[in-house]
C-alpha cells in the first residue's frame, strides 16, 4: 500500500471559545482559508490540535467536519495518541469509511520505562494490522518523553501498511541516521521541525507538518520552492527558524494561535492548563513577524497590542 506526501501540511489547531468550547465555525472558516494557500494536505488532531485535550467524541466530529471540508485532492492525515492498543484501534475503526489517507500514531507514553522496542513493535504493528488506513509513525521526544529507535524504524518500515513517520524531533543526526536506515524502502519520513526544514531539504525531504505553517503557511512553502528551483534559501531558513523557535519552543501552541489571528485566521483560545499569552508575549510575537521579509507582507492590518 503506497502513499507519498509532498509539500506543507498544517497540523491544524482547534480554535476554542473563552469557556473551552470547540469553535467549530471557526475550523471550518481556518479550513477553507488553507486552501487558498500552498498547502497540499492536512494533519488533524495532532500536538498544535490540543489532540491530548480533546474528548473522543469532539475528535470524531473534527474529523467528519474537515472530511466534509477539505477537497479530495489534498491529503488528510488524522493523529491517533491514545494510551493503549485497544483504544487506538477502536477509534481508528470508527473512522472506517471516511476519507482519510492515513493516521499518524502517536507512541504511547505513559509507561514509558516499559516502552521497549519489542512493545512499541507489537503496538505499532498490531495498530497498522487492524486498521482500516495505513500508518505513520510519530516521533515527538519533547512530549512523549520517548525517542523511536533508528533499528525499531526499520523493522516497522517492512510492514506493508506502515508507510512513514513524522519526525518531530528537530535532530538533525537523528533524522539522517532514519533516513539510512529506511533508504530503498518505501517508507516517507515527513519533516516536523521548521527550524531545520533548509538543511533537510538537501537530505531529499519533500513534506513537511510545520507549526509555524498554521499561521504562516507561505513562508515554509517558498523555502521548499526555491530551493527546488536552485534558489539561495539562507535568508528565507533564518526567518522561518526565527518565527518557529518563538512560536514552537518559546510560547507553544497559544504562540501558535496568536500568530494565527495575526494572519487572518482564527486561532482562538487554548484549554485549560494552557494559559493565553500575556500581553507582552504577544507584543514580542508580532515584533517578530514584523521584523520577517516575508511574513511582515502576511500580516492583516494588526492593531497595535495593547
Known amino acids: 500500500m503506497s502513499k507519498s506526501f509532498d509539500g506543507i501540511m498544517p497540523p491544524v489547531t482547534t480554535p476554542f471559545s473563552e469557556d473551552g468550547e470547540i469553535l467549530f465555525q471557526a475550523l471550518e472558516t481556518n479550513l477553507k482559508r488553507y486552501l487558498e494557500k500552498p498547502v497540499s494536505g492536512f494533519l488533524l488532531l495532532g500536538s498544535n490540535g490540543e489532540s491530548a485535550h480533546l474528548g473522543r467524541d469532539e475528535k470524531l466530529e473534527i474529523v467528519r467536519l474537515a472530511c466534509r471540508t477539505v477537497p479530495a485532492d489534498r491529503r488528510l ?34 509507561f514509558k520505562n516499559r516502552m521497549t522496542d519489542q512493545a512499541l ?6 495498530l497498522a494490522e487492524q486498521s482500516p488506513f495505513p500508518l505513520l509513525l510519530y516521533n515527538v521526544p519533547q512530549y512523549s518523553g520517548i525517542s523511536l529507535s533508528p533499528s525499531l524504524i526499520a523493522a516497522l518500515a517492512r510492514h506493508p501498511k506502515i508507510i ?47 507549526a509555524v505553517s498554521c499561521a504562516l503557511p507561505e513562508l515554509p512553502a517558498r523555502v521548499i520552492e526555491a530551493y527546488q528551483q536552485g534558489e539561495s534559501i539562507a535568508e528565507l531558513q533564518a526567518e522561518l527558524y526565527e518565527i518557529a523557535v518563538a512560536l514552537t519552543t518559546r510560547y507553544g501552541v ?11 485566521f482564527e486561532g482562538g483560545a ?4 494552557l494559559l493565553p499569552l500575556t500581553d ?13 521579509r516575508l511574513a511582515e507582507k502576511l500580516l492583516t492590518g494588526v492593531a497595535e497590542t495593547a
Do not use: H, W
Not at 507582552?280 to 520577517?292: K, M
Open 254 to 264: 497559544a504562540g501558535v494561535k496568536k500568530a494565527m489571528d495575526m494572519t487572518g
Open 270 to 273: 487554548c484549554r485549560l492548563p
Open 280 to 292: 507582552e508575549e504577544a507584543r514580542e510575537i508580532e515584533t517578530i513577524l514584523r521584523s520577517g
Open 121 to 126: 513493535a507489537g503496538y505499532f504493528s498490531r
Open 164 to 210: 512513514g513517520m513524522k519526525d518531530s524531533s528537530g535532530n538533525f543526526s537523528y533524522l539522517q541516521n532514519v533516513l539510512a536506515v529506511v533508504a530503498g524502502q518505501q517508507f516517507q519520513v515527513v519533516l516536523g521541525s521548521a527550524q531545520i526544514l533548509g538543511p533537510s531539504l538537501t537530505l531529499g525531504i519533500r513534506a513537511a507538518m510545520l
Open 77 to 110: 492525515i488524522v493523529g491517533v495518541s491514545f494510551a493503549s492498543l485497544r483504544d487506538s484501534l477502536s477509534f481508528a475503526q470508527d473512522l472506517d469509511g471516511l476519507s482519510i489517507d492515513a493516521l499518524l500514531a502517536a507512541t504511547p507514553a505513559y
